[in-house]
């Protein structure tokens, strides 16, 4: 007899059943594999090629991968809308020296902080609005390695006596650490030999600060900020008590661990409200084609002026950080004030008389000031007689214009309000610089008034500039969302190559970032407040898509939908990633997609029509009562009088018998 082993048996049942598992198990993964595919094909197509990427999917790529309805209401799509872009920003917090609390404790008092909530853009500070846009924060604390001896060569030097220490100290081994986040934060803390005050002078480099403002925290050439714990006091801001100064001292060791983290806390939501993220100072920022025009208009008979117009324009060629198909043009324009009326007429009705400035080494003397909304309004009313023509004109073209008045005064002194030497509108740019001496400012640094050269206005014109082109609020502004309204704060404009303190013509990276950032979130918002508004009136028909298209159509704007639903993803994710090149293919990419919905919405539009209907179901309690208390009354008036009438006639027969 022949007897088969159980063991065998089992095996080769496995072996013939193989080919029918695998089949199984390809049938599974196939889908998923096939759209994987799909969808990295379509991005290919975004990313290389600028027409419509729906024209390249197949029926089957689009029955099988883009036909599913996840969101059954218009309601609930607006409502994914508004959370479907999120962008997320990493942030390191990396402790130099024993800072006095622990890792786990400053993250915990990141993490209990607020970063999630809706991109702002304020109108040059007036009106805020609230972006389709959401950033979040993503914090790391961590501790620097041994071999960074910063702390070390810090207690060196002060050993030695010196109390105003070469920033170059922590740049130098801050710059040549591995940063792999959006934004690092470095935090010096320890033991410190000395009792003694001291400060930071600014980078060698950094000519354009004033020398005789020290800093205690800064911003690296790469993307980090540092702040030495020990370091200060040190006060920043406008003169006296006013909003905005600020008064940054040493927290010691000593300090209580919850103290020191809360401090630390403190200085990264600062850190990013400042700096890394600040909101938007204007939008919409777009732009294909952009023209900047210098229209240098001067009273002087040489024309010779201190403006740093080549310092700009190397920005501009060098720095200044484009998305794909930008390109910009500089001009500039000489205009003598006596051959120009309407650049006379705009000085004279905007000159007032302001408040007596202290001028080096002079007494006090009254000042002359230009009032910059009256002058704005000048400009652009008769705009073409100052600025002249710009060559290109029409969607996607900006215009900007600097009206600076170069004046050859050398008795007074002629600022803007508060001692401002340039103003950034919509698409102006107004400035002034006159030929007077310097003078002291508003402003303070470690108690001593910043000095103001008024004969170079070209650093505050760059400022402007980039307010008026990118939306970059100056780095002492930004909206509070807790106070609703705009709030000052000097921490860093010591610090920042843009602050109220320096007269370089330069860029952070965190400014770089901002630039095409903000641009991004503008595009985006755009987009998105289109579908919104496409939606909700829709919705005021009390319709739902699929009621009023076809079967196909609604098919079409199923597909459309998820696409689009795809690209903002996609754009979130790279922008997250700091790809702003691929995150701007995916958002101009949408376009298409808006255009069919917007198409596919108005043929569904044209079947609804507004109409009066008159409720004549079942009245209400209420309206029963009144309608029977009015049937009712005169019934039971009358009944009273029939009642009265038949006991008087009652009364007359009883009297005749």
């Known amino acids: 007899g022949f007897t088969t082993n159980p063991l065998k048996a089992q095996t080769m049942k496995k072996i013939r059943d193989a080919p029918f598992l695998i089949f199984l198990l390809l049938m599974g993964i196939a889908p998923i594999f096939t759209e994987d595919v799909t969808k990295t094909q379509l991005s290919n197509h975004i990313l290389n090629d600028k027409s419509d990427p729906f024209n390249l999917l197949t029926e089957s790529d689009l029955e099988r991968d883009w036909s599913d309805e996840q969101e059954e209401t218009l309601l609930s799509k607006i409502e994914h809308l508004d959370h479907v872009f ?110 003694e005050r001291y400060t930071y002078s600014h980078n060698k480099t950094s000519s354009g600060f004033d020398e005789e403002c020290p800093k205690v925290l800064g911003i690296g050439n790469q993307k980090f900020i540092w702040w030495d714990l020990r370091a200060g006091p040190l006060r920043y801001g406008v003169e006296g008590f006013r909003e905005g100064a600020v008064e940054i001292s040493p927290i010691p060791n000593t300090a209580a661990p919850s ?150 005064d050398e008795q007074e002194r002629i600022l803007m309000e508060q001692m401002a030497m340039a103003v950034a509108y919509e698409d102006v740019v107004i400035a002034v610089q006159s030929r007077t001496n310097q003078f002291s400012s508003e402003y303070q640094c470690d108690g001593d008034r910043i000095v103001t050269d008024p004969t170079d206005a070209s650093p505050a014109v760059w400022n402007a500039l980039l307010q008026t082109i990118w939306g970059i609020p100056p780095t002492y502004r930004r909206w509070s969302n807790v106070h609703h309204r705009i709030a000052e704060d000097y921490t860093f404009s010591g610090a920042a190559s843009l602050g109220t303190y320096s007269n370089e013509i330069s860029l952070n990276p965190f400014s770089r970032d901002a630039m095409l950032r903000h641009q991004l979130y503008s595009e985006l918002d755009a987009i998105l407040t289109e579908v919104n508004q496409l939606f909700t009136h829709f919705m005021d028909y009390g319709k739902e898509v699929d009621e ?74 209420i309206a029963r009562y009144i309608k029977l208390g009015i049937i009712s009354t005169p019934l039971l008036f009358l009944s009273a009088i029939l009642i009265l009438l038949a006991r008087n006639a009652q009364h007359l027969k009883f009297k005749r018998i």
């Open 86 to 195: 999120v962008d997320v920003i990493s942030i390191e917090v990396r402790l130099v020296g024993d800072v006095g609390a622990s890792l786990p404790l400053i993250q915990k008092y990141l993490n209990s902080l607020v970063f999630d909530s809706q991109v702002t853009s304020t109108q040059f500070g007036k009106n805020v609005s609230l972006l389709n846009i959401r950033k979040k924060f993503l914090f790391q604390v961590t501790q620097a390695p041994p071999s960074i001896n910063v702390v070390d060569r810090i207690n060196n030097e002060l050993r030695s006596g010196r109390t105003s220490l070469s920033e170059s100290l922590l740049l130098d081994q801050f710059g040549s650490m591995h940063m792999s986040a959006d934004a690092t934060i470095f935090i010096v803390g320890g033991d410190r030999p000395t009792s």
């Open 259 to 408: 103290q020191i983290a809360e401090a630390i806390a403190a200085f990264v939501k600062k850190s990013l409200d400042f700096v890394v993220a600040p909101s938007l100072w204007r939008s919409p920022i777009h732009f294909t084609d952009i023209e900047v025009r210098l229209v240098r208009i001067s009273n002087q008979h040489k024309p010779t002026s201190l403006f740093r117009w080549d310092k700009i324009y190397e920005q501009f060629n060098k720095s200044i950080p484009l998305l794909e198909g930008q390109t910009f043009k500089l001009t500039q324009k000489e205009v003598h004030l006596s051959r120009n009326p309407s650049a006379a007429q705009a000085l004279a009705q905007s000159m007032k008389l302001g408040s007596p400035v202290k001028r080096l080494n002079t007494n006090e003397r009254m000042a002359y000031r230009i009032d910059s909304t009256e002058m704005y309004h000048w400009v652009q009313q008769s705009k073409h007689g100052i600025t002249g023509h710009f060559e290109k004109r029409g969607p996607g073209v900006r215009n900007v214009a600097i009206v600076l008045f170069d004046l050859d």
């Open 548 to 621: 009023v298209l076809s079967s196909s159509d609604h098919v079409q704007f199923v597909r459309r939908w998820n696409i689009l639903q795809y690209k903002i993803g996609e754009a979130s994710r790279y922008l997250s990633l700091n790809n702003y090149q691929s995150s701007y293919a995916f958002i101009t990419s949408m376009r298409y997609d808006v255009a069919s919905l917007h198409k596919l919405i108005h043929v569904a539009g044209k079947h609804l029509h507004t109409y009066l209907h008159c409720n004549k179901g079942e009245p209400s309690s």
